[in-house]
Nanobody, 124 residues
């Protein structure tokens, strides 16, 4: 089983930037597709950005295209989400997830493991 720990969330003004990190341990990280999801109050969990095991394929939700960048460093067992030009509607708990032997994007129900989440709050 892989364990995931997110960090980097916080409070930022609209237009600002944050960088989230997700550190993995346990099961080999390099064979897993990785994804960032987010969940705002009273809303369903939604896909934000996903990256294949090699980093060769990337998917972004339309709402974050051009503003967010997902990347991974398999040597450090870490996946990142660089978030620029943040908007109040980006406010949510952001979760990291892993999926072994699957394609991207993957729905939340198919994830192999989840992190505990990190809060991102964007003030207007």
């Amino acid at each position: 089983q892989v364990q995931l720990v997110e960090s980097g969330g916080g409070l930022v003004q609209a237009g600002g930037s944050l960088r989230l990190s997700c550190a993995a341990s346990g099961r080999p990280f390099s064979s897993a597709a990785m994804g960032w999801f987010r969940q705002a109050p009273e809303k369903e969990r939604e896909v934000v950005a996903h990256i294949s095991w090699s980093g060769g394929r990337i998917y972004y939700a339309d709402s974050v295209k051009g503003r967010f960048t997902i990347s991974r460093d398999n040597a450090k067992n870490t996946v990142y989400l660089q978030m620029n030009s943040l908007k109040p509607e980006d406010t949510a708990i952001y979760y990291c997830a892993a999926k072994y032997y699957g394609t991207i994007p993957f729905p939340p129900v198919t994830a192999s493991a989840w992190g505990q989440g990190t809060q991102v709050t964007v003030s207007s």
